[in-house]
């Protein structure tokens, strides 16, 4: 069976400090990966995606992953934590079975502390 | 250029009325989603369609909630005889899908609320 699981549904850091937001998945195919970011009552936001080539991508805002696939991991990091990049992130996995299957883990809520 | 748009961007209506939600796709995208996120809560699968293909309506949860697609564009999102647990933010996404990559992108949805 094909699963996301994001490993904290709170994570607070303060400003400059790194952010590490955890996600592993479980795919019998060979998936893509996403991050989305949605800030407070706004749509959300494609922040980076893994599609089988390099296996640390970078994205908008300072963010970059990593795919790992012998932890299964995605995690999503960023050297130094901004008070504009508390908002909700989404862990994402697609694949291809003949048509594109989507699954969004629950969602991991950054808080930024001054 | 221009993005997912949806309609209304905030509903308001009374248990067992019918509802109409409508996204508008960024033009040339085949794909098209509708999620659901209640408060608090991750993204729920709804509905997928691609292309002229036949829909992938494994997630939707009651034979309440249908949707179409026009066209191959403009997709109405229907849920009759509301109930309070139908309150939530539905929202859509189009894509144009490659061989290995299903970006979406979303638009900013729209809160149903069911009193």
């Known amino acids: 069976a094909q699963s996301v699981t994001q490993l904290d549904s709170h994570v607070s850091v303060s400003e400059g400090t790194p952010v590490l937001l955890r996600c592993n998945y479980s795919?019998?195919?060979?998936?893509?990966l996403f991050w989305y970011v949605q800030h407070p009552n706004k749509g959300l936001q494609l922040l980076l995606k893994?599609?089988?080539?390099?296996?640390l991508v970078k994205g908008i805002n300072g963010f970059e992953a990593e795919f790992k696939k012998s932890e299964t991991s995605f995690h999503l990091t960023k050297p130094s934590a901004h008070m504009s990049d508390a908002a909700e992130y989404f862990c994402?996995?697609?694949?291809?079975?003949?048509?594109?299957?989507?699954?969004f883990g629950a969602g991991t809520r950054l808080f930024v502390k001054a | 250029g221009a993005g997912v748009s949806q309609s209304p961007s905030n509903k308001v209506t009374e248990k067992g009325k019918d509802v109409e939600l409508r996204c508008d796709p960024i033009?040339?995208?085949?794909?098209l989603y509708w999620y659901r996120q209640s408060l608090g809560q991750g993204l729920e699968f709804l509905i997928y369609?691609?292309?002229?293909?036949?829909?992938?309506k494994s997630g939707l949860p009651s034979d309440r909630f249908s949707a179409e697609r026009t066209g191959g564009s403009v997709s109405t999102l229907t849920i009759q005889r509301t109930q309070q647990e139908d309150s939530a933010v539905y929202l859509c996404?189009?894509?144009?899908?490659?061989?290995?990559?299903?970006?979406?992108?979303f638009g900013p949805g729209t809160r149903l609320t069911v009193l």
């Open positions: 996404a189009s894509s144009s899908p490659v061989q290995r990559a299903d970006t979406q992108y």
């Open positions: 795919s019998s195919y060979s998936p893509s």
């Open positions: 893994y599609t089988s080539a390099a296996t």
């Open positions: 994402v996995v697609s694949y291809n079975t003949g048509g594109f299957k989507t699954i």
């Open positions: 033009s040339g995208h085949t794909a």
């Open positions: 369609f691609q292309g002229n293909s036949a829909p992938d």
